[in-house]
Nanobody, 125 residues
Framework: QVQLVESGGGLVQAGDSLRLSCAAS????????MGWFRQAPGKEREFVAA????????YYTDSVKGRFTISRDNTKNTAYLQMNSLKPEDTAVYYC??????????????????WGQGTQVTVSS
């Protein structure tokens, strides 16, 4: 059972930056795609970004392209989401997720078997 722990959320002003981290408990992390999703109050959970197990491929939702960067360090079993130029509409609980080993990279939540508990990001205007 893979355990994921997110950190790095907080309250910031519009235009500021935050870096979220997602630490995984298992060495199989290096074989798993990693995704970041978010859920704003009253809205469904939505895809934000994903990175393949090798780090070679990345996906982003259109609203964060050019502002957010997903990365991973397989030596530390950790994935990151660097968020720049934050906007009030980025306010949400952010969740990291891990796929089973060697799955195809996907934007769909169904492609991720393990989820963290979430970290709150609040962007004030």
């Amino acid at each position: 059972q893979v355990q994921l722990v997110e950190s790095g959320g907080g309250l910031v002003q519009a235009g500021d930056s935050l870096r979220l981290s997602c630490a995984a408990s298992e060495r199989t992390f290096s074989s798993s795609n990693m995704g970041w999703f978010r859920q704003a109050p009253g809205k469904e959970r939505e895809f934000v970004a994903a990175i393949s197990w090798s780090g070679e491929f990345t996906y982003y939702t259109d609203s964060v392209k050019g502002r957010f960067t997903i990365s991973r360090d397989n030596t530390k079993n950790t994935a990151y989401l660097q968020m720049n130029s934050l906007k009030p509409e980025d306010t949400a609980v952010y969740y990291c997720a891990a796929s089973n080993p060697f799955w195809s990279l996907t934007r769909s939540a169904a492609g991720y078997a393990y989820w963290g508990q979430g970290t709150q990001v609040t962007v004030s205007s």
